[in-house]
């Protein structure tokens, strides 16, 4: 079982950039699909980015070409680069992961780390 911990959360400037990183415990980490959805205040949680095993990635449109998802399998990490940070993309960030694009529900989530972006 594969198991989540992210870092690099913090307070930006609008226009500024943060880098989010996931670390995986587990040798099957390669495997798997892996997101970064987000939570703001009050609104429900939403599918940022995602990357397959094999590296296709997708991004959410409000965040399409400002967000960037990466991941490295020999680090067992996947990051998610943020620039031009907005006030609307304050939010909970986490870190997840499924076995395959099939499977609907991810089903393995980090404790997420919080992104403030002040205007």
């Known amino acids: 079982q594969v198991q989540l911990v992210e870092s690099g959360g913090g307070l930006v400037q609008t226009g500024g950039s943060l880098r989010l990183s996931c670390a995986a415990s587990g040798r099957t980490f390669s495997n798997y699909v892996m997101a970064w959805f987000r939570q703001a205040p009050g609104k429900e949680r939403e599918l940022v980015a995602r990357i397959t095993s094999g590296g296709t990635t997708y991004h959410q449109n409000s965040v399409k070409g400002r967000f960037t998802i990466s991941r490295d399998n020999a680090k067992n990490t996947v990051y998610l680069q943020m620039n031009d940070l907005k006030p609307e993309d304050t939010a909970v960030y986490y870190c997840?992961?499924?076995?395959?694009?099939?499977?609907?529900?991810?089903?393995?989530w980090g404790q997420g780390t919080q992104v403030t972006v002040s205007s």
């Open positions: 997840a992961a499924k076995a395959t694009l099939a499977v609907q529900k991810y089903n393995i």
